[in-house]
């Protein structure tokens, strides 16, 4: 099932929450800076040993202080204008969330609205990719709940447009 709520992802008790990281996984400010400060140095200290991650990719670590039992770090693409393959990118992501989590058999996710903020990914367009993606692997069974946490009542609308249409 997929939904759309307004919230803060760090408050999910889910499988997995996923993170808008960079591909440092070294931590940041937005969702990155909140994530890390709600897990705590073990989070960080984990990412060390990963060796970053490139962009429309995922990392799969323990969530430490967080409700939710695991972060899965994924890197979007910044935009540049969508002429330099930001979508195929972003899509990435979301496949490659979906893929580490029939991998490892977790059945609840919520996602940020990946490259929407500091990578300035424009809304609409990231949400029907974001949204068709993550209905598509629903149906084929890579996991089975997602929630779409949106920080502000505009991703909340967009969410919620793209989920009922
Ligand atoms: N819970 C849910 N969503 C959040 C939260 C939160 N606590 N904080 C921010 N967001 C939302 C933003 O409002 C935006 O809609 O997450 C979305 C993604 O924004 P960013 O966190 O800025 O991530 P992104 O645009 O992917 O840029 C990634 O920013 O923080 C750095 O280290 C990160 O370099 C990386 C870059």
Redesign the pocket.
């Given at each position: 099932m997929l939904r759309a709520e307004r919230?803060?992802?760090?408050a999910y008790d889910v499988d997995a929450i996923v993170n808008?990281?960079?591909?440092?996984l070294?931590?940041?400010?937005?969702?990155?800076?909140?994530?890390h400060r709600a897990a705590g140095p073990e989070l960080l200290a984990f990412c060390r040993g990963l060796g970053g991650c490139p962009t429309g990719s995922a990392r799969i670590t323990p969530g430490f202080k967080l409700k939710a039992r695991h972060v899965i770090h994924t890197?979007?693409p910044?935009w540049y204008g969508g002429r330099t393959g930001e979508d195929e990118a972003l899509e990435s992501c979301y496949r490659a969330v979906a893929a580490l989590s029939r991998e490892r058999g977790l059945g609840t996710l919520a996602l940020?609205?990946?490259?929407?903020?500091?990578?300035?990914?424009p809304?609409a367009r990231a949400t029907r990719i974001a949204v068709a993606t993550m209905r598509e692997r629903l149906a084929a069974g890579d996991f089975w709940s997602a929630v779409f946490?949106?920080?502000?009542d505009d991703?909340l609308a967009a969410y919620r447009g793209e989920l009922a249409g």
């Amino acid at each position: 099932m997929l939904r759309a709520e307004r919230g803060d992802i760090v408050a999910y008790d889910v499988d997995a929450i996923v993170n808008a990281a960079n591909e440092s996984l070294l931590g940041g400010g937005g969702v990155d800076g909140a994530i890390h400060r709600a897990a705590g140095p073990e989070l960080l200290a984990f990412c060390r040993g990963l060796g970053g991650c490139p962009t429309g990719s995922a990392r799969i670590t323990p969530g430490f202080k967080l409700k939710a039992r695991h972060v899965i770090h994924t890197v979007g693409p910044i935009w540049y204008g969508g002429r330099t393959g930001e979508d195929e990118a972003l899509e990435s992501c979301y496949r490659a969330v979906a893929a580490l989590s029939r991998e490892r058999g977790l059945g609840t996710l919520a996602l940020p609205a990946i490259s929407t903020g500091v990578y300035r990914f424009p809304l609409a367009r990231a949400t029907r990719i974001a949204v068709a993606t993550m209905r598509e692997r629903l149906a084929a069974g890579d996991f089975w709940s997602a929630v779409f946490v949106c920080f502000s009542d505009d991703a909340l609308a967009a969410y919620r447009g793209e989920l009922a249409g």
